[in-house]
């Protein structure tokens, strides 16, 4: 589809322009996202899909902590070269996927389905419920549900899009079909020029085969 098209002639434009540690959402080390996923305790073998994930570090950071099956999807292939060239021969050790999330359709299911700021991108109600059912055929019954978005009282925008801000209750409410909350709160991301985020991370289980 020609939306589809678009936005990934948007977010190659956006890393071809603007190096890793100048984009709003770097981070050093994603603290966040590595409290949430070691405690989940799964095998270190176990399958891992970080959904929107581009060039971040969280991938480089899984491999330190010996996680040995970790997927990496963007819709930006731009995004995946980077990262593919940063790690050198590590990037063997990743699955790469280059699509957009709404033309995802997993072919096998995860033990943890990871998203640091790729929902909140999703304005649609329609595109919404299209990445609820995929998060949901993706994991594994007792599957782990990771999503870090942009808060109530969080940007608006975003590389000048606009972004669907959410708190626990509309995180809770739109998976509570198919997975269990377990854990929730707000925090705050401060990017390489200074700005604060404000964030909302939930973590839910797949309690539906």
């Known amino acids: 589809m020609e939306q589809f098209k678009e936005k990934k002639r948007f977010w190659n434009k956006v890393y071809k322009e603007k190096p890793l540690e100048h984009s709003g959402w770097y981070q050093r080390v994603p603290n966040d996202s590595l409290d949430l996923i070691i405690p989940t305790r799964i095998d270190k073998s176990a399958r891992i899909i970080d959904i929107g994930g581009g060039d971040s570090l969280l991938a480089d950071h899984l491999l330190l902590h010996g996680f040995e099956n970790i997927t990496v999807l963007d819709i930006s292939s731009r995004a995946i070269e980077r990262a593919r060239k ?67 009282t969080g940007p608006l925008k975003c590389s000048g899009l606009p972004v669907r801000q959410y708190d626990a209750q509309d995180l809770n409410e739109l998976f509570s079909s198919d997975f269990e909350s377990c854990k929730d709160y707000e925090t705050i991301h401060t990017t390489p020029t200074g700005m604060i985020q404000n964030y909302v991370f939930c973590t839910f289980k797949k309690i539906t085969i």
Do not use: M, Q
């Open 86 to 152: 940063r790690l050198g021969p590590l990037s063997e050790k990743i699955t790469w996927i280059c699509t957009d999330i709404r033309e995802f359709h997993p072919s096998e299911t995860y033990s943890v389905w990871h998203d640091r700021a790729c929902l909140h991108f999703l304005t649609d109600d329609e595109d919404i419920k299209i990445y609820k059912k995929v998060a949901s055929s993706a994991l594994s019954f007792g599957g782990n549900l990771i999503l870090g978005t942009f808060s109530k």
